[in-house]
């Protein structure tokens, strides 16, 4: 079976630190991974996505992500959060057959100044 | 251009009442989407469109869930019966071709059963 973990409920930091939020997956099928950003009072937009190639990828925002397939890992990664970056962070499994999305419970990063 | 848009943005209702969930793509859009998302929870899936017809709804939970996208582009998500079990907010998204391709979510329905 297919699942996403992600391993903090709840991340708080200061404005200008670095931030990362860690997500594990499990899947015995080819990998296909997302982030998925909530901000207040508005709908999921995605941040970015590995489906093959380079597993460092960048994303919106100044986001990046690397795919660890020893580690089945994507943890997701900023080197200087804003105030604006605080919402709600969804990792996301593509499920084998194409149709949907997977998704972890989410991690609500705080930033404070 | 206009995104995905759902109606209506709060609905509450009794237990064992009949509901539907309207939701509007972004225009062009030939893949939909809808999933459930509890408190504390990500979104969990419940069915997928390609075109008109439901390519995949093994996340609907029971029989009691239903949803049609009869033209192609709106969708409705009707539940019959509902229990307090049901509250939940409920997104909709769509894309160009499957998963794998970026989705847009609509802000979602937020649905309370008494």
């Known amino acids: 079976a297919q699942s996403v973990t992600q391993l903090d409920s709840q991340v708080p930091v200061f404005e200008e630190a670095p931030v990362e939020l860690r997500c594990n997956y499990s899947s015995s099928v080819s990998v296909y991974l997302f982030w998925y950003v909530q901000y207040p009072n508005q709908g999921l937009q995605l941040l970015l996505k590995y489906l093959s190639g380079s597993t460092l990828v960048k994303g919106i925002n100044g986001f990046e992500a690397e795919f660890n397939k020893s580690q089945t890992s994507f943890h997701l990664r900023k080197p200087s959060v804003h105030i604006s970056d605080t919402a709600e962070y969804f990792c996301a499994l593509g499920n084998q057959a194409g149709t949907a999305l997977i998704f972890g419970k989410g991690t609500t990063l705080s930033v404070s100044s | 251009g206009a995104g995905v848009s759902q109606t209506p943005s709060n609905k509450v209702t009794e237990k064992g009442k009949y509901v539907e969930l309207r939701c509007d793509p972004i225009?062009?859009?030939?893949?939909l989407y809808w999933y459930r998302q509890s408190l504390g929870q990500g979104p969990e899936f419940l069915i997928y469109f390609q075109g008109t017809g439901a390519a995949d709804d093994s996340g609907l939970p029971n029989d009691r869930f239903f949803a049609v996208r009869p033209e192609g582009s709106v969708s409705t998500l009707k539940i019959q019966r509902t229990e307090r079990g049901d509250s939940a907010v409920y997104l909709c998204a769509s894309s160009f071709g499957g998963a794998y391709n970026e989705q847009f979510f609509g802000p979602g329905t937020r649905l309370t059963v008494l």
């Open positions: 225009s062009g859009h030939t893949a």
